[in-house]
C-alpha cells in the first residue's frame, strides 16, 4: 500500500466519530508506528479529529487485561496533546475528572477497609469505566506479555469499540506474531477489524516520511533510494548517525561529505539490516578494492556475489581509510574527532590534487590542442596553474613547464615559477631528494636540479632519534618521512635512545619503536625500525639478568 492511500484512511478514520477499529500491519521497522504519529499530528494541526482524547499503549511487557485497562487510562490526553507523550500533569488530570465523576459518596466507599491493592483494582476498574469515545493506538501486538492472551486483547477492543463507542488502531509486525496469536488474530480479524491495512512502503515512501528537506537530506534520500532501504528505524538511524559527522567535516570540499554521506548510508545499512539482501557488514568493510569480486583466486558464494551486485549497483562501492572511519562511528555511536579528520584532510588533499591535476592538464591542452597563435594564453594559462596548484602539480610536470617556458624565451617566468614550487612545498623535503626512485633522469632542467638539490641539504639535517619520537608521540602518527629517519638510525642510537630514559618516558619509546613488529604488512621502513629496536633491547637485556627480566616485558627474550 502506498503512503497517500494509507494517509488518506487515517485521516478518514480520524474524521469521523464513528466507532471503528483499523489495523496497520508490516514488517519490522517500515514506519507504521512513525507513519501514525505523523498523520495524526497533521490532522491535528489541520482541526480534523473528530474526537477530543488520545491513548497510546504499547503491548510490549503487558501481561495482564488489567494493566492494559489502566495503561489505556494513564497514557490519555487532551486534543492539544495529540502526538506527544503523557505528562504527570496529564495523569493528574485524568485521575481528578475521575474523582469528580464519581461523587463524595463515592469516595468512602473506596477507602474503607481496602488494602493497597484492592484500592489499586477497584481505582483500575473505574478508571476504564471513564473511558469513552477515545481515540486508542494499541501498538507492538506482537510483542504483549506471555500471560495475556491475543483474543482477550482483541475482545477488549471489540469492547472499546462497541460499548465505550471509542476508535481503535491496532498496530502489529504479523510476520512476528507467535503460532497462538497468530491463529487468534485470523481467527478474529474479521469480527474485530473494520479495516485493515498493510503498510509496504517503497524506499521512496520512507524518504518522503523520515527525512526532512535540506541538502544532507536530499543527498541521503538519494542514497536510500539507490539502496533501497524501506526501514524507517534505519533510516532514521543513519539521519542521527550523519548529524555526528557533519560538524567535523564542514570546513572540507563538498565531496568529501558526500563521500562520508554515501557511506554512512550504506554501513548503517549493513550494521542494523535484517534482510537477506542486506550486504554482510564485515563483508563491505573488508572490499578495499572495487575490483576485488574479479580475482580468479577468490571463489565467492551466490550469497556473496548478490552482495557484490548490490555494491556494484552503488557506484561499485568499495572502502578507503576514511570510510573506515566512518565504520568506527557506526560500530561505537560517536566520532574518533582526531582520526576522522585526519582521513577528511587526507582525503580532502587527494580531490585538491585531481582537481588541480585537471586544471594543470587544461593548460597543457591549449598548448597541444590547436596550431593558433595563443602563446600567450598558454603562457598565461600554465603560470596560473602553478600558482594556485603548485601544492599538487609533481616535479616531473615542473620541469616540463620550465623547459616549455625557456623554449617559449620565457626564462625569467621560469625561475619565477621554480621559487614559487619551492616555497609552496618547502615542508617536504622527501619530494626533493632527486635521487628517489621516483626523479632520477627524469628531471632535466639545470637551475630546477641545482635548486632542488639545495633544498634538500637544507631540509636534510639529521634529526635525533628522540625529537622524531618526541613528535611522534605528541601526535599520535607516523608520516612517511619520519619512519625513514628512524629506519636510518643505528642499532648504538637506539641503544642510547633507551638508556637515556627512565620511568613511563622508557615504555613510551619502546613500545613505539616495536609497534611496527606487531602489525601485519609492514613495510620496509617499519620492518628496519623492528629490527633495530629489538636488537638494541637484545644487546641491553645480555648485560645483566636484571636486564634481561627488564626487556622480557616488552616481548624481547634474550638467550
Not at 484492592?118 to 501486538?141: A, G, N, R, W
Request: proline share 1%; with cysteine.
Amino acid at each position: 500500500m502506498s503512503i497517500d492511500i494509507l494517509e488518506s484512511q487515517i485521516a478518514r478514520f480520524l474524521a469521523s466519530e464513528a466507532p471503528e477499529v483499523m489495523s496497520i500491519k508490516g514488517a519490522w521497522g517500515v514506519g507504521k508506528t512513525y507513519a501514525w504519529n505523523k498523520y495524526l499530528v497533521n490532522a491535528k494541526n489541520q482541526k480534523k479529529i473528530a474526537l477530543k482524547k488520545y491513548s497510546y499503549v504499547s503491548l510490549f511487557g503487558i501481561n495482564s487485561l488489567d494493566d492494559l485497562k489502566f495503561s489505556i487510562f494513564e497514557n490519555m490526553v487532551d486534543e492539544q496533546l495529540f502526538g506527544r507523550r503523557p505528562t504527570i500533569e496529564s495523569f493528574k488530570k485524568n485521575t481528578a475528572h475521575l474523582l469528580k465523576s464519581l461523587g463524595k459518596k463515592t469516595l468512602p466507599i473506596i477507602s474503607s477497609n481496602a488494602s493497597i491493592d484492592h484500592y489499586h483494582s477497584i481505582i483500575s476498574s473505574l478508571s476504564f469505566l471513564s473511558l469513552e469515545k477515545t481515540i486508542i493506538c494499541i501498538d507492538d501486538f506482537e510483542r504483549k506479555g506471555n500471560s495475556i492472551d491475543a483474543q482477550d486483547i482483541l475482545g477488549l477492543i471489540t469492547q472499546l469499540k462497541e460499548q465505550k463507542k471509542c476508535k481503535v488502531i491496532l498496530i502489529l509486525n504479523d510476520e512476528s506474531l507467535s503460532e497462538g496469536s497468530s491463529i487468534d488474530y485470523v481467527r478474529l480479524r474479521e469480527k474485530v477489524i473494520d479495516t485493515e491495512l498493510r503498510f509496504a512502503p517503497t524506499a521512496e515512501d520512507c524518504v518522503a516520511i523520515a527525512l526532512s528537506g535540506g541538502k544532507v537530506a536530499d543527498l541521503l534520500g538519494n542514497n536510500i533510494i539507490k539502496l533501497g532501504i524501506n526501514n524507517i528505524r534505519i533510516i532514521k538511524k543513519i539521519e542521527k548517525l550523519a548529524a555526528l559527522l557533519l560538524p567535523h567535516l564542514k570546513n572540507y570540499e563538498d565531496q568529501v561529505l558526500y563521500q562520508a554521506l554515501r557511506t554512512i548510508s550504506l554501513l548503517t545499512w549493513c550494521y542494523y539490516g535484517q534482510s537477506g539482501d542486506t550486504p554482510d557488514y564485515n563483508f563491505v568493510v573488508s572490499r578495499n578494492s572495487a575490483f576485488g569480486d574479479l580475482d580468479d583466486e577468490i571463489m565467492l558464494s551466490t550469497q556473496q556475489q548478490v552482495w557484490c551486485a548490490v555494491l556494484r549497483g552503488y557506484d561499485n562501492y568499495s572502502v578507503d581509510e576514511f570510510d573506515l572511519q566512518i565504520a568506527r562511528l557506526v560500530e561505537n555511536g560517536y566520532v574518533h574527532e582526531n582520526s576522522l579528520r585526519e582521513e577528511a584532510k587526507l582525503l580532502n588533499e587527494k580531490i585538491l590534487a585531481a582537481r588541480s591535476e585537471d586544471s594543470f592538464q587544461e593548460a597543457w591542452r591549449k598548448f597541444n590542442g590547436s596550431f593558433d597563435d595563443n602563446d600567450q594564453e598558454v603562457i598565461s594559462c600554465l603560470s596560473d596553474s602553478f600558482k594556485h596548484n603548485a601544492k599538487y602539480i609533481s616535479p616531473v610536470n615542473l620541469d616540463g613547464t620550465v623547459r616549455l617556458l625557456r623554449y617559449l624565451g620565457k626564462d625569467k617566468l621560469a625561475t619565477k615559477i621554480i621559487d614559487l614550487y619551492l616555497e609552496k612545498r618547502k615542508t617536504e623535503s622527501e619530494l626533493f631528494n632527486l635521487e628517489g626512485s621516483a626523479l632520477p633522469g627524469k628531471i632535466k632542467d639545470h637551475e630546477v636540479i641545482e635548486k632542488f638539490k639545495k633544498k634538500y641539504a637544507s631540509l636534510s639535517v639529521k634529526r635525533s632519534l628522540q625529537d622524531i619520537c618526541d613528535q611522534i608521540l605528541a601526535g599520535d602518527s607516523c608520516s612517511d618521512e619520519e619512519e625513514v629517519h628512524m629506519s636510518q638510525a643505528t642499532v648504538q642510537e637506539y641503544i642510547g635512545l633507551f638508556k637515556s630514559q627512565k620511568g613511563q618516558k622508557l615504555s613510551q619509546y619502546v613500545d613505539l619503536c616495536l609497534k611496527f613488529r606487531r602489525l601485519g604488512g609492514t613495510t620496509e621502513q617499519q620492518d628496519l625500525i623492528s629490527e633495530k629496536s629489538s636488537e638494541a633491547l637484545k644487546i641491553i637485556g645480555r648485560e645483566s639478568k636484571l636486564n634481561a627480566s627488564r626487556v622480557k616485558r616488552f616481548g624481547i627474550k634474550v638467550e
